[in-house]
Antibody, heavy 120, light 110 residues
Framework: QITLKESGPTLVKPTQTLTLTCTFS??????????VGWVRQPPGKALEWLAL???????RYSPSLKGRLTVTRDTSKTQVVLTMTNMYPVDTATYYC????????????WGQGTLVTVSS | QSVLTQPPSFSGTPGQRVSISCSGS????????VNWYQQVPGTAPKVLIY???QRPSGVPDRFSGFKSGTSASLAISGVQPEDEGDYYC???????????FGGGTKLTVL
């Protein structure tokens, strides 16, 4: 059974850096094509893809946020970490991590999400 | 504005067949597979359809997915009150080199 869970701060101040951790089980980041992605959803708005990392450490980022995002993996601990710099109130959202089963596909299994509020 | 276009809202009566559309282009739906998600307010998205028309175990067979050219659709045959929620389509975009989502469709069961 594939499960994912996000963890990190619920409140960050403007200009600070956000670091979120996705801890997963039921799969490993070693089979070809498998990946873990990050998606966010501002309150009342649609889903927005942020970044992903594949089994071979190949990384992709949303063009609109590319300069602010870094995604890394720790295969021994079955974790993926997302870092987003220079946070502002517009970045307030629920952040999800999700499993990708192959290249050039959208996610299938999702974590429960974590709400991050950006406020002074 | 989302790259994939979905109707903002849709409604149906219990037992009715409803279909939600998702329109894209050659660089996304035209070249890659489509997933559909259901999101009940306050919860995470749940995959209903993956790889255009594949249903994960546990998803009722009244949900089905279709893709033709640069468009896709999610059909619910015999919609139920518990099907109310937001529905999103998603796929890979070769030009953006990443995942894209539709703007979401809010389904109301009258």
């Amino acid at each position: 059974q594939i499960t994912l869970k996000e963890s990190g701060p619920t409140l960050v101040k403007p200009t600070q850096t956000l670091t979120l951790t996705c801890t997963f089980s039921g799969f490993s980041l070693t089979p070809r094509g498998v990946g873990v992605g990050w998606v966010r959803q501002p309150p009342g708005k649609a889903l927005e893809w942020l970044a992903l990392i594949y089994w071979n450490d190949d990384k992709r980022y949303s063009p609109s946020l590319k300069g602010r995002l870094t995604v890394t993996r720790d295969t021994s601990k079955t974790q993926v970490v997302l870092t987003m710099t220079n946070m502002y109130p517009v970045d307030t959202a629920t952040y999800y991590c999700a499993h990708l089963y192959d290249y050039w596909t959208a996610p299938d299994y999702w974590g429960q999400g974590t709400l991050v509020t950006v406020s002074s | 504005q989302s790259v994939l276009t979905q109707p903002p809202s849709f409604s149906g009566t219990p037992g009715q067949r409803v279909s939600i559309s998702c329109s894209g282009s050659n660089s996304n739906i035209g070249s890659n597979t489509v997933n559909w998600y259901q999101q009940v307010p306050g919860t995470a998205p749940k995959v209903l359809i993956y790889s255009n028309n594949q249903r994960p175990s546990g998803v009722p067979d009244r949900f089905s997915g279709f893709k033709s050219g640069t468009s896709a659709s999610l059909a619910i045959s015999g919609v139920q009150p518990e099907d109310e929620g937001d529905y999103y389509c998603a796929t890979w975009d070769d030009s953006l080199n990443g995942v894209i989502f539709g703007g979401g469709t809010k389904l109301t069961v009258l």
